[in-house]
């Protein structure tokens, strides 16, 4: 168990941590109509849908700068960098800290593969052979589908690549062709799945 002092250092990074989540409801929830006529009817400001997340953000906000108030008065400020850097290097050189490095940096990756669309002129691909004719390659036309599915086989090879042990001796190319099978087969019928028969909007 951490002493206080520690803990109260681990407050500051948590409170942090938290008003920068509030932060960012906030400023999502500001994007919503706030107030005025939709349809024909007059909506007041405290029955639009930025409503409820204005309100969270709010009390996380205030929560968040309790806790970084209440570490600070408590000396949690002290050599708090020194503690950060130190807190850093020791999860480096454990094996845990490194998987957890980079199990963050795959999701950071992948969530800006998503969020750039950098794949999505592999729907021109799919058009230009004339997938986009068959039912279940259809979504891979559009250039929404064929980011997802580009972004999410290039994030499950690279995890699975790495953080799968292999299982009943299954070693060298039999290992990679599962795995490269497995990450192609799963994010294709997931897309195929949510855009065809559920009609949710791929990201």
């Not at 349809?39 to 009390?59: D, H, K, R």
């Amino acid at each position: 168990m951490l002493s206080e002092k520690p803990l109260r250092k681990a407050d500051i990074i948590t409170g942090v941590i938290l008003l920068i989540l509030s932060a960012a409801i906030i400023i999502e929830a500001l994007q919503m109509p706030i107030g005025g006529t939709f349809a024909g009817v007059e909506n007041t400001w405290y029955v639009s849908p930025a409503s409820f997340p204005l309100i969270i953000g709010s009390l996380l906000a205030v929560c968040a700068v309790y806790l970084i108030v209440r570490a600070v008065k408590l000396e949690g400020a002290k050599d708090f960098f020194t503690y950060c850097l130190s807190q850093i290097r020791s999860s480096l050189t454990h094996p845990a800290g490194r998987k957890l490095v980079i199990i963050i940096g795959l999701l950071l990756s992948y969530i800006a593969f998503l969020s750039l669309h950098w794949f999505d002129d592999v729907s021109n691909t799919v058009q230009r052979l004339s997938l986009h004719h068959v039912y279940v390659f259809r979504y891979l036309a559009t250039p929404e589908g064929a980011n997802y599915f580009s972004s999410s086989v290039i994030f499950l090879f690279a995890f699975t690549q790495y953080f799968h042990r292999p299982a009943g001796g299954l070693k060298g190319w039999k290992r990679h062709a599962l795995l490269s099978a497995i990450s192609v087969l799963f994010p294709f019928l997931m897309g195929f799945l949510f855009s065809e028969y559920l009609k949710v909007p791929l990201p």
